[in-house]
Structures are given as C-alpha cells and as structure tokens.
C-alpha cells in the first residue's frame, strides 16, 4: 500500500472560512492553496455576496498562502463578476503570490460585455481554458466547462448559434442543468483529457481532475 497525502490549504473567499486538512501527521509531499468564486465587482452587495469586499479578502489569502509557502495555488474559476476591468484590480493581487497561480475559467469571467470575451483569457494569463501539471507523482488537470456554453461566446458568432442550439434541446428535455450560463467540454478538450489521463496512468501518478462546475447536473442550479 502507497501512502501519501497533500496537504491543502482552502480559503474560500465568500466567507473566507480557513481550515487544513490532512490524512495523518505524516509529513506531506507538498501543500497547496485552494480558492474560488472571488467574483469581485464594483457594485453593491447582493444577498451574501460582499462584491466590493473581495479584494481584501484576497489580499488575506495571498498573506496566508505566502506565510504557510505553499507549493501553488489553485484558483476553481469566477475570480470577476461581469465587468473586464475588474481583472486590473485583482491582478495586482494575485502578483504578489509568491508561488505559482493556476486559474480556471468559470462562467462569471465570460459575464463581461459583448466584444470583450476574447479578452478574457488574456486577461488570466492563459492562451486556452485547460491546461495540466504534474508535482510528486500527482497530475492535477484543470478543465474548461465553459466552452460548449451560450455566455462563452459573442452574440452572432457560429459558436454561439450552435450551443444556443443545444441548449434548446437541453431544455426541451427538461434538462436541469440547462441554463444560459451553464458549459460544457467540447470533443477537442475531451480528447486532451483522455490523452492526460493516459499518460498519467503510464507514469502511475494520481490525478486531481479540477472543474468550476459541478459533475453532476442536479448540483447545476447551485452555481
């Protein structure tokens, strides 16, 4: 029997609630940082979203992260609300990681306005959605669910047309993860994974498989 363990550090930064999680005393192999949903905006509170108090508490994980020297950290997707100029804000931020930051597309970041879509990924410091990396024996592969999504997509562009198409039918069959806003993984990306997984198996490592949105559709509504 392989015993291993990582450690993570998880803060979410919604209610930046901050806990550890280990599988024994064991020395782990490495730690990392884990966050999601910053969703930052200039804009009033809604709810039990605090938009305008993200950056702050993103500054407090970045100071924890730093002191704890975690191996890297991983960001699940939604770091902005709606609006491009918000990464200007954030970037800032996440600069001052003194480890590596992976971020994944969530389908907030494509809630900006019409014309600037392309920009987004740029925006992340990412030329596409997916992307994979290997650390002691463990391959983490970090997934693009907003692809075959309508908010992905300029309004007119024929990948727009054609994921409008499919999500009539999702809702046709009364599908219930078939919102606007809802993705899924196109046939280029499902291949890639394949091939990653693949790989991984040859080289015996476990795989961290990290997607903003959930596998299952029934969780879809609570995004």
Excluded at 110 to 121: P, T
Aim: proline share 4%; with cysteine.
């Amino acid at each position: 029997m392989i015993k291993t363990f990582v450690r993570i550090l998880a803060l979410c930064t919604l209610s930046f609630s901050f806990s550890i999680s280990a599988l024994s005393q064991e020395k782990p192999l490495f730690t990392f940082g884990l966050m999601t949903d910053v969703q930052y905006a200039d804009r009033e509170n809604s709810g039990s979203r605090y938009y305008r108090a993200s950056p702050a508490k993103l500054a407090e994980a970045v100071q924890v992260f730093n002191r704890e020297k975690v191996s890297f950290v991983l960001h699940l997707g939604d770091l902005i609300n709606d609006n491009l100029s918000s990464f200007d804000t954030l970037n800032p931020i996440i600069k001052k990681l003194d480890m590596p930051l992976y971020l994944i597309p969530g389908n907030h970041e494509f809630a900006v306005g019409e014309g600037e879509k392309d920009r987004v990924l740029p925006k992340m410091g990412l030329k596409r959605g997916y992307q994979t990396f290997s650390r002691q024996g463990w391959r983490f592969i970090l997934t693009d669910g907003t692809e075959t999504g309508v908010i992905r997509h300029e309004k007119g562009s024929r990948a727009f047309q054609q994921n409008s198409l499919w999500l009539e039918m999702l809702k046709a069959d009364g599908a219930s993860n078939a919102f606007e806003w809802n993705g899924g993984i196109d046939s280029k990306q499902l291949s890639w994974i394949r091939k990653n997984l693949a790989k991984a198996q040859r080289k015996g490592e476990r795989v961290v498989l990290c997607s903003h949105f959930p596998l299952v559709p029934e969780k879809a509504p609570e995004l």
